[in-house]
């Protein structure tokens, strides 16, 4: 699978911005697509994910600011950030399940993530 995400850049507290994220390589039907970010010094958090029938789940700390969406038919999945905190400083990563569970939550991502795309929220 190759995984590609966009949209990153700097934005001042309070700020939008909107995540892209194109998977290839393995076909997405049934397959639950996700959300990850990096802060510095820290591990990877899985964030937010969208199951293939449009079920999604977004973890407390981005509840309510971001939104997790896709489009099953450009095999491409969003993450539409509003609201955004200093905190929410990362690299933002996207993946797919390996199993096809139906959860908005990814049980098995897969092993390549891609080079993600930094978000940095700064004034």
């Known amino acids: 699978v190759q995984l590609q995400a966009s949209g990153g850049g700097l934005v001042q507290p309070g700020g939008s911005l909107t995540l892209s994220c194109v998977a290839s390589?393995?076909?997405?039907?049934?397959?639950?697509m996700g959300w990850y970010r990096q802060a510095p010094g820290k591990e990877r958090e899985f964030i937010a994910g969208?199951?293939?029938?449009?079920?999604?789940d977004h973890v407390d700390s981005v509840e309510g600011r971001f939104t997790i969406s896709r489009h099953n038919a450009k095999d491409t999945t969003y993450l539409q950030m509003n609201s955004l905190k200093p905190e929410d400083t990362a690299v933002y990563y996207c993946?797919?399940?390996?199993?096809?569970?139906?959860?908005?939550?990814?049980?098995?991502?897969?092993?390549?993530w891609g080079q993600g795309t930094l978000v940095t929220v700064s004034s």
């Open positions: 993946n797919v399940d390996q199993l096809r569970t139906g959860r908005p939550r990814i049980t098995r991502p897969y092993k390549s």
């Open positions: 969208v199951s293939s029938g449009g079920l999604t």
């Open positions: 390589g393995i076909s997405l039907s049934g397959r639950t």
